[in-house]
């Protein structure tokens, strides 16, 4: 039976449309081609940025410390930057619409009067905008895995690298056996602290050669427990204490940082592979390095899935309690799969449909203190997974809205029962007044916050995937957001300026928390606010926003990231000022219009501000009428998210486009800052 002539002719006209758009776009590149003039040789290049890339190993071989990696360099092999990308980040709207977007405002303004006319103020910020969507498309993945502490390798490998003094190590082992680490949960990777002690033998008493994961798991876990070692002494005022364990920290960090940066990915398929690629990837995403615990984590889950942790069957010769400690292991690299999964805009390598692994964790014996943690992590991890998969993969678009809604409550119940358990469990402990023995209760404190921090963040972003008035809520003024979104929103904001307060004494907690509650994932809070106060001139929110980036300020030495993400913020925080502005003299020149007084400043000024509120609409973070989109000659908001793709709801593919543009704009604040807009 032949294909309907209707739907025939409709297929015609939409692969013409395509090729008129690939014609536009080719000679747009001719074009700027030949005005940037003639290209280098290939003799020239840019200068190499130093990046830790994880290369294959062409044999197991490699493994073993006494085999010495190819070319050892400090920093890791150094991969042309020309060669490198941005890694992929979802269907974004930002992206189909970059070369679009990097003269657009010029255009926009110079249609009405020459940029140099417009007022200094809203040109800066034009101009700021523009730089930012411009940024995205720059390459950062080779930056994005350098590990800047990493040592040069001679010919005798990791085993001569400086350890951390022996007799500090002993006192920390033998205090891991009567008080188990309050901040260091991944410690339950390992079967327990006899066997962590016997890694650790291994490395500093090394009768035979110990492989590179041992090497990585050794330094890791040393690292962490030094980490609180600084950390309470900084909370017991112990200053002289703190620099000792932060330079017995620093060693175990420099040599993490060189295993990594020689690590090969066919490592083979054994229990302590599994534990180094935790501590890897979890100690990649404590730097802010999400692109390298991506590429750690995803190794973790394929070697998960050769050794079969993901089936509930017990393997040869497994007892009950070897299966539990396995399933620990697992869910550490699920809960990180899930987390980066939804973090990039991807899916994930665990699928739940193939795992049959009881959703327990425990009983662990001596670290069962930290079962409960790592189960409310799970939950978590899962409405993440749900999130992506339900709400905001491409398959999630094509449902329709009752589907998406009543998955996005399943989500939101999870996280909200999640959240009040964690409330619960912290004032508790801030009932008990004066913080407990080391001032361990203070850091539970801190710690409990910052995950309610992620949870209620995760949230947020459950909820900006519904209409308006989709929840209980009945509709309000934002045409973008249901209510529950926005004061989800200033919630989080006011739990993060708490949160800022507590870790601004201790630096060492500071830094986990910036990477981990802020960074890792991306702050969908303060997006929310800050398309709702430009949509609905909201005053409240604008100063939210404002606070939040002021916040940031005293951390901007934490590292760099956070830095970067400092000046994003303030970027942002000057464009809400200045279309604030713009808004007022564009109801200011509406009036005046109405009463046939056109005073040509005021009406270029609104039109400057409606083509601004346009630009921010192709950054999918502001919603614009599509009669209006048409009119400019920019088709539809519906067309944004995959163009010519049929059946997507519009706000669905509003809401994607969002999200996927946010995701694209936390990859804006891992740039140089050298290049930030000034």
């Not at 189960?375 to 999630?396: D, F, M, N």
């Not at 619960?424 to 309610?452: C, F, H, Q, W, Y």
């Not at 901007?556 to 464009?575: A, K």
Request: hydrophobic share 40%; glycine share 6%.
């Amino acid at each position: 039976m032949g294909m309907p002539c209707d739907v025939l002719e409709r297929k015609i006209d939409y692969i013409e449309s395509r090729l008129d758009k690939i014609t536009s776009l080719v000679e747009k590149i001719a074009e700027s081609q030949s005005r940037i003039g003639t290209p280098r040789s290939r003799g020239t290049s840019d200068p190499a940025v130093g990046s830790s890339s994880i290369v294959a190993s062409p044999s197991l071989s490699e493994n073993v410390v006494s085999q010495r990696p190819e070319k050892p360099t400090a920093g890791g092999p150094h991969p042309d930057r020309s060669h490198g990308g941005s890694a992929f980040q979802g269907n974004s709207s930002v992206t189909a619409h970059a070369a679009f977007a990097g003269q657009f405002v010029e255009d926009a303004v110079t249609r009405y009067t020459p940029l140099e006319s417009v007022h200094p103020n809203m040109r800066v910020a034009m101009s700021s905008l523009k730089q930012l969507l411009r940024m995205q498309s720059q390459p950062n993945t080779a930056s994005e895995t350098h590990l800047a502490h990493a040592k040069p390798l001679g010919p005798d490998g990791l085993s001569r690298l400086p350890m951390a003094p022996l007799m500090a190590v002993v006192d920390v082992l033998r205090e891991l056996k009567e008080r188990k680490p309050v901040t260091f949960t991944l410690i339950c990777a390992f079967d327990s602290v006899e066997y962590f002690t016997e890694q650790c033998k291994k490395v500093y008493f090394p009768t035979e050669n110990f492989s590179q994961a041992t090497f990585v798991s050794v330094n890791a876990g040393l690292y962490y427990l030094f980490q609180e070692k600084t950390a309470l002494a900084v909370q017991a005022g112990d200053i002289a204490s703190a620099e000792n364990y932060r330079g017995h920290c620093d060693i175990c960090r420099d040599n993490l940082e060189t295993a990594l940066a020689n690590l090969g990915l066919l490592m083979p398929p054994r229990k302590e592979t599994v534990e180094a690629l935790i501590m890897a990837a979890s100690y990649a995403t404590e730097i802010s390095k999400p692109s390298l615990a991506w590429q750690l984590n995803a190794a973790a889950c394929q070697v998960c899935l050769a050794l079969g942790y993901h089936r509930k069957d017990f393997l040869p010769g497994e007892t009950e309690d070897m299966r539990n400690r396995r399933a620990a292991r697992f869910w550490l690299v699920y809960i990180l799969d899930k987390a980066l999964a939804l973090r990039f805009g991807r899916s994930s390598n665990l699928q739940d449909y193939d795992i049959t692994l009881p959703r327990r964790v425990g009983p662990l014996g001596e670290f069962e203190e930290h079962c409960e943690t790592i189960q409310g992590w799970l939950r978590h991890a899962e409405a993440q997974g749900e999130t992506y998969e339900k709400l905001y993969s491409p398959v999630a678009l094509l449902q329709p809205v009752e589907r998406r809604v009543q998955s996005a409550r399943a989500c939101a119940d999870i996280l909200l029962r999640e959240a009040h358990k964690l409330t619960e469990t912290r004032k508790r402990l801030e009932s008990n007044g004066s913080p407990g023995r080391n001032g361990s209760d203070a850091i539970s404190v801190m710690l409990l916050k910052s995950d309610e921090v992620s949870i209620l963040s995760t949230l947020t972003l459950v909820y900006r995937a519904v209409p308006p008035g989709a929840m209980a809520a009945p509709p309000g003024p934002s045409s973008m957001f249901c209510v529950e979104c926005i004061d989800c929103a200033r919630d989080v904001v006011q739990l993060h300026l708490e949160c800022t307060e507590l870790f601004r004494e201790n630096p060492q907690l500071s830094t986990a928390y910036m990477h981990w509650a802020i960074l890792f994932s991306p702050f969908i809070p303060f997006i929310v606010l800050f398309c709702h106060a430009i949509e609905n001139c909201h005053v409240g929110d604008l100063e939210r926003v404002e606070k939040f980036k002021t916040s940031l300020e005293p951390f901007r030495s934490v590292s760099e990231p956070v830095d970067r993400l400092y000046r994003l913020c303030e970027v942002l925080c000057n464009v809400a000022v200045q279309f604030f502005q713009v808004k007022q003299s564009q109801q200011e020149a509406s009036g005046q219009l109405q009463h046939h007084n056109r005073d040509r400043g005021q009406a270029r000024d609104a039109a400057v501000g409606y083509d601004f509120e346009t630009y921010l609409n192709q950054a999918g973070l502001l919603p614009i009428d599509d009669a209006a989109l048409h009119a400019m000659g920019l088709g539809s908001q519906s067309a944004a998210f995959e163009p010519g793709s049929p059946g997507v709801d519009p706000q669905a593919s509003q809401a994607a486009n969002w999200y996927f543009g946010y995701m694209n704009m936390m990859g804006w604040s891992q740039f140089s800052p050298s290049s930030w807009p000034q």
